[in-house]
């Protein structure tokens, strides 16, 4: 019987060869390679069978002359039998040598051919990249596993995170487990509850982060933790969004914002060096502050793939005879926009279109201008142009870096509102027009966000992080005077357009910690319920301290040059939570409601109650 | 301002220096040091602080004529006080030098001392290893886990975790993460559950083991996965359980008995070897039969850190005249037991409560016989003496190894019965006479178990593991004929008396597996709802494989010395699965309740419900 050859594998890692490993200089050994069948080729007498593991694939040969037994069993296999396979590793003769593989120089002339377990016609075929359903793909998500792509990208994820532990613990970070069964945190989303057997009416939380822990752990002394952290959020799911997700969850001591930045930078650009299969737009990483992103890019993900910079032009209208952007400027309002470059020559019906697609991201118009050169002056085709003098062309021109050919896109309206709508127009233009250069990935940092934003609905200032996010310590002396400028010690990192991550900076002092909750209207009651313990714990002598949770699925998933996080999970959940493979989430018996002091009150038992 | 200095360290990995770095080369530098007041003793005008981080203890000295701004601030800071000192690195006078300490031979000369954050007194003191009522320690474990113990137990089992992945993915392991959401699975314990919010009634399951997800990772072929698994138990709770503990989680293909136990017993061997203070006692590691083990120990996991080995020693009774035994023996009983040496001389009153401790165990009585020299002949001092003769002595004698000066205890009762009750008697004779050597390891596999055992509440046979575990090849046969005897490939790793963890081959092929439902008396509605997910997987080509899931945390324990799962969990439950420093579990809003479709019965409206 064949052994395992590699000489290079620790010993005894298997009694067998791997689908992977045959060479040319492996001619002449015998061997047994167990797998699947990838494909089967009945070529007259000969059958090829094509054997598939983990490792790669190798060619079989079943020759009647030569094993009448092995033969006989080739006959009848069929795509993914099991099988064991014992012969001779044989060169290929000339012209079948298959450079696209790693083993194409040899096969195997089977010996004996051994059927370990059959196997039923796969409802999709496992060789073929072709597109199935993808309801039926979760469903038999065991096969899908089994293709290509699912391999691909898991042993990529296998391979990104030993490197994240790697890189982190040649920093002195431990990694340290947080417990699943906690208590409900103020995060923000809601959260998945586990009820106790023991009490009757509590329940724990699962951890949507762990937050509060990983700040005891400062506390704690730990110094440098981390952790690849399995999180859950009962969140309305987007197309992007898992109930469960996993994040490269961090938190150091004695650091400030530049700390984590250079760590997580650090992080990334080695991560993407080695795994991606494009390079980086530009190291170090862009820095936008949270006030540029939103005005340059109408976003606080900005993807920088692409140019069709947002600016400010309302001091260009400052005199205009437009009635509509004059209005909006008397009101405090702004006149934003971009060029697109050589897009002048647009359609009728195109602009038509982007209006309307402005119009549906709440714009209350949007207004275009293509610019021409006639004889040496720049002039507009617009609907605007009645009311444009050759100098505010000219000047708005030059604002937006646009020239003869261009097509200029405007809006009026609110500060946030025109930032917001330009940003997604932003984003749609270079899209449609192919503007985004995909040869690259493209990082940014945005820092120095708003520390509050104010909650309409509630009429109260809320966190925009969460209530522990330090403020900078410039902005400390107009917390009381003016909230809406505090700026926060917080920072998202942002690839391609996607946030990766967020952090910050904790405050460790207690009246720092006080003031923020006095702003948010917090009451000692209210503060003491959700964050007393952490509050306790910071008086005992709490290290300064920040950090950050990239989400780990979310930078795989760009890794693996995919669009959905479906694609970078093995056992992932579809849109209602399901998951389909397993049946869950499925009903309770009885006795375990009983048990959990539980019982399950229906719609119609609700509206009965409501109605009563 | 002083930079870290460690050479050795990655590019900036912090901008200070750590407590535990300065060393008598480093005398001259100017350095800062982050951490906490460890200690503070004043010597007359010279003040000391121990500053301590992570990474150890450095001695800061205030001189009020280096400094008289470090020594006022000095002169304020108490234990626990986190700090920012900058001062020079001084040789310790002559006479002063702490060999036990590893920055023993400087001192830092301080001339600045910054307080970063004041503590209060802590409830106990971190600095000492004193005894603390450990509902305190665990309310305030962010305190605790500043204290050695702790910090070295959970440094140790990071040391531990990155030592398993390194050796696993050497071997070809891939991580990959399960789901936490899941479907409850029949593993025999209580899962705890998550309602849906989607799906009225419907719930998750937290994974007691991620059992069928890996074997579904097997079909996928993924060959050899691995993950450090997070599981939850809902289980009345033990001393040495924890409702969330974590798992080496592993499972292989194509794999026999032997090829796990290699795998296995050389992970356990290097990390031993490398991680325990003291040497195992046997390698390989000894292989018992679960029969053997019953028999010789009383015990599926025994401490073979000491002898007291029991024997069956019916035979030496075939004619007794002692009416007990002579019964036991008609009935189909067996009589056991062990000697203890150098015990004869045991006063009476021990034996009797010897006796009081055998009955608390289920034995109906204890025999003991306390052998004696008497002019060459072996005599034995007992309550049976009477009905013993000088032969039935003398071989008993020998079958235990015992002669003068030992003491016998033997027990007559049906086999399982007597093998249980010796089991006990000798783990606590073992104990008592301080028989067990502390100063080694002994681990040991416990291999070929029952497949089955009789539920007799159920008047079935149920899986002894778990219903995939495979049947011993040359058992197969007898399936039908004689359930009891069939053995499966099912082996557990014993570590000093501990069961460390346990796994098996499974069964790959449909028929045998259709075979032990049909045995286990399970119908196809019963199979389908269970495991019809698996068994459908297992249609599409499984591969022989199998696998075994070690615990980390009792690993981690035995390593460590500590008797008790939670001094090697950062964040651990208390008996009744509290969180007492978060204070889970904990009442949900009436909102939330009502969102998950939930209305909680209290317990006294049950009794009302089962009233009407």
Redesign the interface.
Known sequence: MGESILST??R?????T?CGELRRQHIGRTVTL?G?VHRRRDHGRLIFLDL????GITQVVANPAHSSAAHEVAEHVRA???L?VTGQVVARPEGTINPALSTGEIEVLADQIEI?????T?PFPIAEETDVDESLRLE????D??RARL?RN??L??QV??FI?HYL????F???????????TPEGA?????????????????PQSPQ??KQ??M?????RYYQIA?C?R?EDLRADRQ??F?QIDLEM???DVE?VL?LIEGLYTEMFERFASKPLQAKPFPRLTYEEAMRRYGSDKPDLRFGLEIDDVSSVFQNTSFGVFRSVLAEGGVIRGFAVPGFADAPRSQLDQLTEIARSFGAKGLVWLALQQDSGRLIARSPIAKFLNEDEIATLAQRLQAGPGDLVLLVADAEDTAATILGRLRLHVGRERKLIDESVHAFCWVIDPPLFEWNEEEQRWEAMHHPFTSPRDEDLPILDSDPSKVRAKAYDLVADGFELGTGSIRI??REVQNKIFSIMGYDDTEIERRF??LLR????????HGGMAPGLDRTIMILAGESSLREV???P?NQ????L????????AER?L??????????ED?DTTSGA
């Open positions: 594998e620790p005894a890692v298997r009694r067998y791997t167990k699947w598939r593991d983990r490792y993914e039998y099991v064991a370990l377990n059959p196997a039923k796969p038999y998500r065991y096969l596993l089994r391999q898991l042993l994820r296998h995170v030993r532990r613990e040649e920093r002195d431990v990694e340290i487990e947080t417990p699943m069964l906690i208590k409900s809601r959260d998945y509850v586990v009820p106790s057997r023991i009490f009757p009416g509590h329940f724990y939380a699962l509060q822990l005891l752990l506390v704690a002394g730990f110094d399995r859950m009962d109930p469960e996993t001591s004695f650091v700390d250079e460790h002092r007393g313990h714990a910071f008086e005992y002598g709490a290290p300064p999970i093995a056992f959940k209602r939570a399901q998951d493979m397993l049946g869950a989430p499925s009903p309770l375990q009983r048990e959990l002091h539980l019982r399950v009150v229906y719609p609700q």
